[in-house]
Nanobody, 116 residues
Framework: QVQLVESGGGLVQPGGSLRLSCAAS????????MRWYRQAPGKERELVAS????????EYADSVKGRFTISRDNAKNTVSLQMNSLKAEDTAVYSC?????????WGQGTQVTVSS
């Protein structure tokens, strides 16, 4: 079955960096676009970044443009999110996601906390 497992979250000071990773299994990874979402307490889930199946196109939320970079390694079935210049408002649970044949699959999420 489809499995998505995120890692790399943690506590970081404002201005710092973190790199999140998502390990995928149970489907042909190279055939599907991947997305990173985040959800902060009391807020709706937000699409942060997406990348096409071969990585040729990426898109970002306005709030993270120029600070976050999404990438993928189709040989290792992983998608990553490099987060630089982190701000307090980036604090959230970050999850990777894939949409396959009408169904959306999610990982368990990883907590990112930006605080001094």
């Amino acid at each position: 079955q489809v499995q998505l497992v995120e890692s790399g979250g943690g506590l970081v000071q404002p201005g710092g960096s973190l790199r999140l990773s998502c390990a995928a299994s149970g489907f042909t990874f190279r055939n599907y676009a991947m997305r990173w979402y985040r959800q902060a307490p009391g807020k709706e889930r937000e699409l942060v970044a997406s990348i096409t199946n071969i990585g040729g196109n990426t898109e970002y939320a306005d709030s993270v443009k120029g600070r976050f970079t999404i990438s993928r390694d189709n040989a290792k079935n992983t998608v990553s999110l490099q987060m630089n210049s982190l701000k307090a408002e980036d604090t959230a649970v970050y999850s990777c996601s894939v949409h396959i044949w009408g169904s959306t699959y999610w990982g368990q999420g990883t907590q990112v906390t930006v605080s001094s």
